[in-house]
């Protein structure tokens, strides 16, 4: 059961355009969502993050939109560019002691020089 | 201030054997996860230590077991492995609490023939 989703496996844009990466959750209990990029061989690295009691984070390019009626989160980036080039992993935990948490499947971004 | 490391990064073992990675977790950080990545999946939540204590766990079987060492350091045991455990595994290391984010190592790739 897939908790977290990320229904778009792959986008592709143009260099300086926006892009949006989605993301929707079906578990009420998340009140705190994250955004990791991936690069091969490498390790998921921490992007931004949103609290739900926020509707919005952003972060120099990287903006993240909460919207919790919907249960669906969006990462947005822009300029985009090049380097921006990875898999992208939406994730989400609930507020317990536990600090686990659920991934979507990702969507690998390919900006276009 | 280090990062997380993983070893070994790759790993060949065969069906039945045992399998041991290894985990040195960020400096200061007390709390350590694990992660199984299955190719073309997200992360999956494997289990978490915190201060050599295990306090939470995903729906994986007990072959799965762990340590967490007194300098946080940890290790991730599979017992009697199985074809299906080929995977990316990902060990993350946080300060723990409500509202922080958990930095990745590199990962160790295992493949089971």
């Known amino acids: 059961d897939q908790q977290v989703k990320q229904n778009s496996p792959s986008l592709s844009v143009q260099e300086g355009r926006i892009s949006i990466l989605n993301c929707d959750y079906t578990?009420?209990?998340?009140?705190?969502f994250l955004w990791y990029k991936k690069y091969p061989a490498e390790g998921p690295t921490f992007l931004i993050s949103?609290?739900?009691?926020?509707d919005k984070n952003e972060d120099g390019r990287f903006t993240v939109f909460l919207n919790k009626s919907a249960k669906h989160l969006s990462l947005h980036i822009v300029p985009s560019q090049p380097g921006d080039s990875a898999v992208y992993f939406c994730a989400a935990k609930a507020g317990t002691g536990a600090n686990n948490l659920f991934f979507g499947t990702g969507t690998r971004l390919t900006v276009i020089p | 201030e280090t990062g997380v490391t993983q070893s070994p990064t790759h790993l060949i073992k065969t069906r039945g054997q045992q399998v041991t990675l290894r985990c040195s977790s960020q400096?200061?950080?007390?709390?350590v996860s694990w992660y199984q990545q299955a190719l073309g999946q997200g992360p999956q939540f494997i289990f978490q230590?915190?201060?050599?204590?295990?306090?939470g766990r995903g729906n994986f079987p007990p072959r799965f077991s762990g340590l967490q060492f007194p300098n946080y350091s940890s290790e991730l045991n599979v017992n009697a492995l199985e074809l299906d455990d080929s995977a990316l595994y990902l060990c993350a290391s946080s300060l723990g609490g409500r509202s922080t984010e958990a930095f990745f190592g590199q990962g160790t790739r295992l493949t089971v023939v």
């Open positions: 949103i609290s739900s009691i926020k």
């Open positions: 400096s200061g950080h007390n709390t």
């Open positions: 578990n009420s209990m998340f009140d705190y």
């Open positions: 230590y915190y201060r050599e204590e295990e306090n």
